[in-house]
Every structure is written in structure tokens, then in C-alpha cells.
């Protein structure tokens, strides 16, 4: 019996373009929808712009168009960029849909019946020169807990502390640097709290991978906290019903976004929605990035449960992509747009990239560029696309194009490489694509042996039938291993059906084997690449550092942040910057934000609990120059004490550069 199952990926955000770390997720998802299609499964594969909230709004105000106007521009962008890279949504809709107002709604009145919602009355941050009420990350100020300068409304990046943006001290607007006020307001909360229980069962029973669900138990030992669902106007997005000036908080209908798509594309092929989104008759999987897994693995059954739906299968969760080791970023070349990829690189290699790479944890992928080149130029090129070029044109001029039928050692060979079939299946279903990808390399050797012993370019002269056979056997290998790649090759596997003259190859054809047919003529399958290609998007993305056109907001706003009141050299000299050496550096248990680090700075030494293990890793930071604010006040934090502070510029999280020196420096070196 096949399956039904409906899929989908987490939404991107309509405020800028894609990137190759958002394909990350859309291709491990595309891959796995693919799969499940060649089994013969029923597989529906929904996504749809995320296109409310204060970043759209802000967006659109600085670009001088409506909101609507920008994620119209955005929804074809993105469109196109999915297209581009083979990525197949059965539907990719919008959260700006009749549909999503309507579910939204339909989920408010359910979970307002139900008591889980309730109203409270909330100070908040408000910017008389915007006239906004200031979302988390718009307000900056001081920690309220530890005293750090220049932290998020939300969260500090150095204690980890979280709090309300009306609880940090001297704050000031992020876009135009105004001290806010502060303002009353009613806001809806979602009492996340009543469903604790039911969440912990919902984990407890396999809802997502161990090392999430580690995760999410720390979560729920320190206690789930109720959900502000509700936004002041003015704000992109739905208006709350009964309400004049109030909206849902675009996370509120974000994931109900996924329903939305169902149901139009139900709508609009004549499916049964309830049946599709809500009955046991259909699985439901979900595919996130670790970012958002307190959405998706709370707020999101929870609502789901409250409103009467039932829950995902299964959450799979993956990790983010760093690029030579470090995370993506623009002065580096390496924040690359799927635009600018496409320009220079064949998207398949990137498919095959990131399969080659991704298991079903949630560690990071690394790209490493040599490593992209070299698997491109090694594996696509000369290992798979050569066992066709080098069979399939001898037999198309030579040889009539016919095929003979396999003797002993090729029905041998061909059975081995049948015979892996279910391993292969196994791993897709897994979501073990590195492991696979090993098992077809492997498997590209061996024919690769088998071709060079049999030497068919030697023998087509004297042994014409003999060779015949050979090339039968060839062909066979290449297209079971075709079979096997095409989830991740879905453009390339095309082509090889057309030379092959088949029709779409399923997982149900590799028991079949090709005998005594006419193949058509063979046309190239894969181009190497070189460095050159590689450097040039890198240079390309370097550029593409100039704001977009619509500038997504956040960035920008921190960017253009205005200078401090003028000071002396002589307030400039209370301050003592050294060069200072990593002469140790570990994580610290507890706080997975910060790493311990010892300095040398030409005297004692000194420890310093610094905010950067989002940023890196402590194996690389040994022996590195930094900058030392050296006279700080030492500060006692739970962790330990911290003497003194690294400099380092960023928005934090990954985003997060410490300042260096030129060569030469040395510890304990004074800035002057
Ligand atoms: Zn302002
Ligand atoms: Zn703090």
C-alpha cells in the first residue's frame, strides 16, 4: 500500500532573498519528498512566504512601497530561486492568504473557547520619532542582570538572561536611537503553561530527534512560560477579531501557514482538506532549522492540540551551515545568494554537496570550497557521469546503439548493485543522505573497475560482440546508480532517461534490467569546475554588500546606529586596550552561549567569560591575537568571574567578529 504523507519546510521570511544556507533545509526536504515520490508514495510537499511582522513593515516603508507591493516582489523572487535549484513545492503559497486569515481565526476562537487564551495588561517600549511600539529586537539597552552594554530587548548575549524589553536599563530605539516611553497595553497570551503535560508526552513519544528532545527537556525543567500572541498596531499583518488596533503576532500565523497551502492546494485539486491535513489516512512531517525549535516543538502542537488538530508525525531538525568553517558572511564573499550561485554553478552540484554532507543530527555542515570543487569534479563528473560518456557514445556509433544482454560477470556485477537497494532506501527514509551518498561512490568504483578491466575501447575493434555485452553491463550499472541519485539529481537523472530512452525511473527499476534496446544519443551530463568559477560568485557576493532594495530592516537599522556623544583623549585614556593572547579557551557548562577564555596579556594571566560560542569554536581560537579591554570592572556572573571584556563588533549569536591585530602585535601591547 503507498503511503500519503504531506511535507513541508519551514517558511522563509519575504524580507530578502534566499541563500545557500536557507537551501540547506529546502533541498533536505526536496530530496526526501522525491524519494518518498519514487517509492510510489503519495507525497505533498507545501511551503509559503512568511510575509507579516515589523521587518516587513519597516522593509516596505523604506523602500517607499506597501507591504503587499514588497512581498509580491519577494514571492516571485523566491519562486524562481526554488525553481532554479529543482526544488518542487506541490504548492508554495503565502501567509498573506483568505486562508490563513481564516484558520488563524478559526485557531483564536478554538483556543479562546477553550480558556487557553487570556489577556493581560503589558508595559511596553514604545518610539514616539518611529510612532512603534518596538519589538525585541528594535529596542538595545542594558542588561538588566548583568549590566552588559548594547543587548536585544529580548535577551542578553552575554548572561543569557531573558526579559522584556521595558526592563532594560537606558534604552533606546535601534532605528533611530530615541530613548522610547514606556506604554500600557492589552495583549492576548496563549497559556502554553496548561499544555506542559501534553508536550512532554508529545517528546517523550519520538515527536523529533533524542538531541532536540535534550533540548526541549531542559525547557521544560525550567517551566514553559505563556506566549504573547498579540501586536499593537501598527503592524503587518491580521487584525485580531473584535479588536481595532491589534494584531496576531506574525508567529501566530506563521506555521498555520503550512495549513493555509494545504488547503489551497486542496481547494484548488479537488482533495478533501480535513482529510489531507487532519486524519490518520495522511503522515505529517515537518522540516525546521535548530533555530526555531521552540516554535515548532511547542507553541505549534500545542496550538495544534488546543484547536482540536492533531500533530505532526515527526519534527526533523536540522543545523546551520557554516562555509570554510566559519559562518556566512558578507565581507568574506561567502553570505551567497541563490541568485549569484545560479549565475556561476550548476545547482545539482550544490544538490550533491549538501546530500553528501547531511545526516539526520543537528550538527552544522560545513562547505568547505576545495571540498565543493573537488567532489563536484571527482564523484559527479568522474565517476558517475564517466561511466556513461565512456560506454554510451561507442555504443551509439559503433554499435548500432543496441544493447546485447549481460553474461556471468555483469549479471554479477549488476545484482550487487541491485542488491543494495534497500540500504539505499533505508538512508533516504532516515534522512541518512551522507551515508548513501558513500554507499553510490562506492559503488561507482567498483563499475569504474569493471570498465577498466574489460577495457571496451580496446576490444570494440576486434570483439565487436564481446564488447557489446560489456557495454550492456556498463550501461545497466549506470543506470541503477542513476536510480539511486535521483532524489538529489533530479535534472541530470532526466537527461540519463532520455539517452536511456526510458520512461521516469522509479526505486521499482532497478529489479529491471535493460536488454536487447535502442538507446538514443548521449549528451554531456555534468562540467567540471574550477576555482575560478568558485572565486567569481565569491567576489559577486563580496559586492552584493550594498543594501537591497527593500534593506532588510534589522541590519540595516543597527548599521546606520549613530555615533556616541563627543568625548576627550583624556576620557579615551581611563580606558586600557591590550593586546591579549587565547592561551585557553572552553565552553561553560550551563551557558552554551559563552566560552571561557584565558589571556595571556604579558603579566598574570587572565579569564574572560565572553558571548561568542554561537560565533566559534573554541579548537580555533587557541593562539589567537584579540583586543583586551584590561581595566574593566571584573564582574561576578554565575559562571565564574569575568576580568575584563574581548571586543568584537556583530549583532551577536553568530553574528558575532572579535576584533585582531596586524602581525607583529605582541600580548600585553597598550593601544594607544
Ligand atoms: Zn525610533
Ligand atoms: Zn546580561
Redo the contacts with the bound molecule.
Keep these: 500500500m503507498p503511503r500519503k504523507i504531506v511535507v513541508t519546510s519551514a517558511l522563509p521570511y519575504a524580507n530578502g532573498p534566499i541563500h545557500i544556507g536557507h537551501l540547506v533545509e529546502y533541498l533536505q526536504t526536496d530530496i526526501w519528498v522525491r524519494f518518498q515520490k519514487m517509492c510510489g508514495n503519495e507525497c505533498l510537499y507545501f511551503c509559503a512566504d512568511d510575509t507579516h511582522g515589523t521587518p516587513i513593515m519597516i522593509s516596505a516603508r523604506a523602500g517607499g512601497i506597501s507591504p503587499e507591493e514588497l512581498i509580491g516582489q519577494m514571492h516571485k523572487e523566491h519562486e524562481s530561486d526554488f525553481k532554479s535549484f529543482y526544488i518542487e513545492f506541490d504548492n508554495f503559497y503565502t501567509t498573506h492568504s483568505t486562508e490563513n486569515r481564516q484558520l488563524s481565526e478559526q485557531f483564536f476562537a478554538r483556543l479562546n473557547e477553550k480558556g487557553s487564551i487570556v489577556t493581560r495588561e503589558v508595559e511596553q517600549t514604545y518610539c514616539e520619532k518611529c510612532k512603534m511600539t518596538l519589538p525585541d529586537r528594535y529596542v538595545r539597552g542594558t542588561?538588566p542582570?548583568?549590566?552588559?552594554e548594547d543587548?536585544y530587548g529580548d535577551s542578553?548575549e552575554?548572561?543569557s538572561?531573558t526579559y522584556q524589553p521595558v526592563e532594560l536599563k537606558n534604552p533606546r530605539c535601534a532605528t533611530c536611537g530615541t530613548q522610547p516611553v514606556r506604554r500600557e497595553s492589552k495583549h492576548y497570551f496563549f497559556k502554553l503553561v496548561d499544555y506542559g503535560q501534553q508536550l512532554r508526552e508529545l517528546v517523550a513519544g519520538g515527536y523529533t530527534q533524542r538531541s532536540v528532545a535534550n533540548k526541549l527537556d531542559e525547557w521544560f525543567k525550567v517551566g514553559l512560560k505563556d506566549w504573547d500572541i498579540s501586536r499593537d498596531g501598527p503592524y503587518f499583518g491580521f487584525k485580531i477579531p473584535g479588536e481595532e488596533n491589534k494584531f496576531f503576532y506574525v508567529w501566530l500565523d506563521a506555521p498555520i501557514g503550512y495549513m493555509a497551502s494545504a488547503k489551497n492546494y486542496c481547494d484548488k485539486n479537488g482533495l478533501d482538506f480535513d482529510k489531507v491535513w487532519n486524519s490518520d489516512e495522511y503522515e505529517l512531517y515537518h522540516f525546521i532549522g535548530k533555530d526555531i525549535m521552540y516554535f515548532h516543538a511547542l507553541f505549534w502542537p500545542a496550538m495544534l492540540i488546543g484547536s482540536g488538530f492533531k500533530t505532526a508525525e515527526k519534527l526533523f531538525v536540522h543545523g546551520f551551515l557554516t562555509v570554510n568553517g566559519e559562518k556566512m558572511s558578507k565581507s568574506r564573499g561567502t553570505f551567497i545568494k541563490a541568485g549569484t550561485y545560479l549565475k556561476h554553478l550548476n545547482p545539482e552540484c550544490l544538490r550533491y554537496y549538501y546530500a553528501s554532507k547531511l545526516s539526520n543530527g543537528i550538527e552544522d555542515i560545513d562547505l568547505q570550497v576545495e571540498d565543493f570543487i573537488n567532489k563536484t569534479n571527482s564523484d559527479l563528473v568522474g565517476k558517475f557521469a564517466n561511466l556513461a560518456s565512456r560506454s554510451a557514445p561507442m555504443l551509439t556509433k559503433k554499435l548500432e546503439g543496441l544493447l546485447g544482454e549481460l553474461d556471468g560477470q555483469g549479471r554479477e556485477l549488476i545484482n550487487k548493485l541491485a542488491a543494495a537497494k534497500e540500504q539505499i532506501i533505508g538512508d533516504y527514509e532516515d534522512l541518512k543522505y551522507a551515508s548513501l551518498v558513500r554507499r553510490i561512490v562506492a559503488m561507482a568504483d567498483e563499475a569504474n573497475r569493471y570498465v577498466e578491466q574489460n577495457q571496451p575501447w580496446v576490444t570494440v575493434k576486434t570483439e565487436p560482440e564481446k564488447t557489446r555485452v560489456v557495454l550492456t553491463t556498463i550501461i545497466n550499472a549506470f543506470r541503477i546508480l542513476t536510480i539511486y541519485l535521483k532524489p538529489i539529481l533530479p535534472e541530470y537523472s532526466k537527461r540519463v532517461e532520455k539517452f536511456l530512452n526510458v520512461d521516469e525511473l522509479r526505486f521499482a527499476d532497478v529489479e529491471r534490467v535493460l536488454e536487447n534496446q535502442k538507446i538514443n544519443d548521449f549528451e554531456r551530463l555534468f562540467e567540471r569546475i574550477d576555482e575560478g568559477q568558485v572565486n567569481a560568485m565569491i567576489e559577486e557576493s563580496k559586492e552584493g554588500q550594498s543594501p537591497q532594495p527593500a534593506g532588510p530592516a534589522q541590519t540595516e537599522a543597527v548599521e546606520a546606529e549613530a555615533f556616541k556623544p563627543e568625548c576627550t583623549i583624556e576620557d579615551f585614556e581611563k580606558i586600557d586596550l591590550r593586546i591579549a593572547k587565547v592561551v585557553n579557551a572552553e565552553p561553560v557548562e550551563g551557558a552554551d552561549k559563552l566560552l571561557r577564555l584565558v589571556l595571556d596579556v604579558g603579566g598574570p594571566q587572565r579569564t574572560v567569560l565572553a558571548a561568542i560560542a554561537k560565533a566559534y569554536k573554541p579548537e580555533d581560537l587557541m593562539g589567537k591575537i584579540v583586543v583586551y579591554f584590561a581595566n574593566l570592572k571584573p564582574r561576578k556572573m554565575r559562571f565564574g568571574l569575568s576580568e575584563g571584556m574581548i571586543l568584537a563588533v556583530g549583532t551577536g549569536g553568530k553574528d558575532i567578529f572579535m576584533l585582531s591585530a596586524d602581525a607583529g602585535a605582541k600580548p600585553g601591547q597598550r593601544a594607544l
Excluded at 145 to 148: E, K, M, Y
Design positions: 542588561c542582570r548583568c549590566g552588559a543587548q542578553c552575554l548572561c538572561a
